[in-house]
Structures are given as C-alpha cells and as structure tokens.
C-alpha cells in the first residue's frame, strides 16, 4: 500500500514568481482601535502572501475591557497571554455549559471552531495573541447580532417590550463593539461612581455656626438650647439629615 505525499508548502503560493512575502510588520495592520490602551492588529494572508491555513490578531487590553462575544463559523482559535492576565470565555455547543479559563503569560486557552466566546482582561497591560487555523477567520459579534436583527423579531420571539428594547439598544449606535465597554460607556460609569461616592461621603466634622436666638442678641455666646435638638453635630450627611 502506497502512501501519498501531502506538500508540506502553500499550495495557493507560487513561490517562483516575483513578489513573494515572507515578513510583515502587523503593527502597520490596525484591525480597530479603541483608545491607546486598548486595541487589536491582524495578520492574514492578505498581509503575507506564503501563509498557509493560519492567521492571528495581536490584542491589547486594559482592566475590565472586554473582546466582546463573538464566534468564527470557520476556524478554531488559540488564545495565548503574552502579559496581564485575563479570563476566556465559552460555551459548549454540545451541553451549554460555560467554561471560564483564567490564563497568565506562558498559558493558552482552546476555543474550537464556531463557539461562543469572548475575553475579559483582569488586569492593565494585558496583551494576548489569538491564533487561527484558517488564513481569514469569519466573525459575527454579539453588537451585530443585537443591532441588525429587527428590534421586532428580538421582542416578539422573547416577550420584550419593544420600546425599552430599543431604547436599551440605543448607546450601541448600530455599531460594531469588538472590544468594549466603550469609552463613553467606561466614562459615564467613573462619573456614577464619583457621584455615589460623594453623596455617602460624611461632612467634615466643623463646629456648628453660632445660630443666636433674635431675644438673646445680647448674649453673643450662648447657643440657644433647640439648635442641639434640631441640628445634632456629627450627623450630618450629603443628601441625608
């Protein structure tokens, strides 16, 4: 029984003819940018044309910043961590059951192909490089799946309020997320936490004015008796009395 040779090369490379690539910088290939924290570079054989069945995207995260949930009907992916730390996500096809896996530099996650994933980075400064075993990976990412499926069909099929639905859709702006929350998202949410935190926060504990009585304008040192009742020093609070 003869065995057959497979190629070891690209067979969709002529690697005879002129202007055959073996090198690429990806960080010339932006695939989106949030902000300067947080962003992802792709290489796919687009870029370099002697790659095989291989493609990658080189993502940077900062804490609490998400690759939002997504899947590629047509590749399998590799999630290395270079540096930081960061949870990847997924759910099994076969028995829905949701699988976290925390990686740290030196330690890859496997999400086969077409499944339910996403990634959140646990810490600054994390960078992960996703390896794919096709040369251009498919995506559908859950902001599309939310913003172009009729907001019609989302609440018929699961007794939602269309208007609430709608207006909860709203700050997605019928965009593609990729890596979220967004920055005005992240912002508002800092302002919230600010706001909360100042409306809890106790007044300083400063002597009470010297609230005289009309009658006793003539005793500039006595504290009236009622202002001990009605305004207790030390129980003060922003918003609260």
Known sequence: ?????????????????????YFFDINKNRLMTRNN????????????????????????????????????????????????????????????????????????????????????????????????????????????????????VLAHTYCLDPELLRETLKPLNNQTIIIGPTDECVAGAQVEAAHKQQSHMPLPNMPLPNMVHPNMANQPNVMPQHQQQYYPQNQYHYGKR
């Open 1 to 21: 029984m003869e065995l057959e040779l497979l190629p070891l090369t690209n067979p969709f490379v002529e690697y005879t003819r002129p202007g055959v690539q």
């Open 37 to 152: 924290e947080n962003f992802i570079n792709r290489l796919g054989r687009d870029n370099l044309n002697t790659l095989g069945n291989v493609s990658l995207l080189d993502i940077y995260l900062s804490k609490g910043r998400v690759v939002e949930p997504h899947y590629h009907q047509n590749a399998a992916e590799l999630v290395y961590c270079i540096s930081g730390k960061a949870t990847v996500s997924l759910i099994n096809p076969f028995n829905n059951q949701l699988s976290n896996i925390t990686i740290t530099p030196g330690q890859v996650a496997n999400i086969p192909e077409g499944w339910w994933h996403w990634e959140v980075a646990l810490i600054d400064d994390t960078h992960l490089l996703a390896i794919f075993d096709a040369p251009y990976p498919e995506y559908i990412f859950g902001s599309d799946i939310l913003t172009k499926t009729p907001i019609e």
